[in-house]
């Protein structure tokens, strides 16, 4: 049996980003999208950039009536030019957009490998470089990539998305040092498997074509490593990135937030 999660959503505004400008990839579903309204609810001023042209037009109906904007922006982050320049003047940087192969290396296609690696790795890379220079100018900046516990484990079958994600703790990392003397943070998130529409499809998928109820798919296949028998739900990740881009974590950085449900303490 799977534990309920207790999360009910955010309780209070902190912290207070107004007047902060944030940029977030991703965001017109899961994670992304869980992110843009905790940082608008926070007052930031949030750019939602996705390629998903409809899903960004329905930010607009639960962003009303929130403290800070939501500004929809359609891109494809395999243009990294214009990911660069999308990333000009913002405060706050959230790398999430991700896709997923599951496949065996021998059998992996080269060009999927080399479009999660564009959009996983060198794209937040891009949109690091663009977001740089105003948050060295202002003296201050966060930058948090969603990274996964794939960033620190490997599972087979998963070659793209786990060297993506290591990849992307490297840069994390680098950006923590080289921005510390100007008053930015680079922090990543780690979560175990978060409840998407993309993972809930794969457990009725799998309850479907191996017979057996979700709840067992969850605990014999996702969550089997896991000590904590449930998905981590989006809101909870959306509020570690405001976590990190508040006071309270001024002094957390080159760090890796693990929310895995004890995945990693094994």
Not at 172 to 177: G, P
Not at 244 to 260: E, I, K, Q
Request: aromatic content about 4%; some cysteine; hydrophobic content about 45%.
């Amino acid at each position: 049996m799977t534990v309920p999660s207790p999360f009910q959503g955010p309780h209070a505004p902190s912290p207070d980003l107004g007047g902060r400008t944030a940029l977030v990839t991703g965001a017109a579903g899961g994670i992304g999208r869980a992110c843009v309204l905790r940082l608008a609810a926070a007052g930031a001023k949030v750019r939602a950039v996705d390629r998903d042209a409809a899903g960004l037009t329905a930010l607009a109906a639960p962003a009303a009536g929130l403290p800070g904007t939501v500004e929809p922006h359609v891109l494809d982050l395999t243009d990294l030019d214009a990911a660069e320049h999308a990333a000009a003047g913002t405060d706050i940087l959230v790398n999430n957009a991700g896709l997923q192969l599951v496949s065996p290396l021998e059998d992996f296609p080269p060009d999927v490998f080399h479009t999660v690696l564009t959009v996983m790795l060198e794209a937040p890379f891009r949109l690091v470089r663009g977001a740089l220079p105003h948050m060295y100018g202002q003296g201050w900046g966060r930058i948090v990539n969603i990274s996964s516990v794939h960033g620190l484990r490997a599972s087979p079958y998963k070659s793209a998305y786990v060297s993506a994600k290591h990849g992307l703790e490297g840069l994390s990392k680098t950006a923590a040092l080289e921005g510390a003397p100007h008053g930015v943070t680079s922090n990543c998130v780690n979560p175990g498997y978060v409840r998407t529409p993309l993972v809930e499809k794969q457990l009725a998928d799998q309850a479907r074509a191996h017979g057996i109820p979700e709840e067992r798919v969850l605990t014999e296949v996702l969550l089997r490593d896991s000590a904590l028998k449930r998905l981590i739900e989006p809101e909870e990740v959306a509020e570690a990135v405001a976590y990190l881009c508040g006071p309270a974590a001024s002094f957390v950085t080159g760090a890796s937030l693990v929310m895995d449900g004890g995945w990693t303490a094994h």
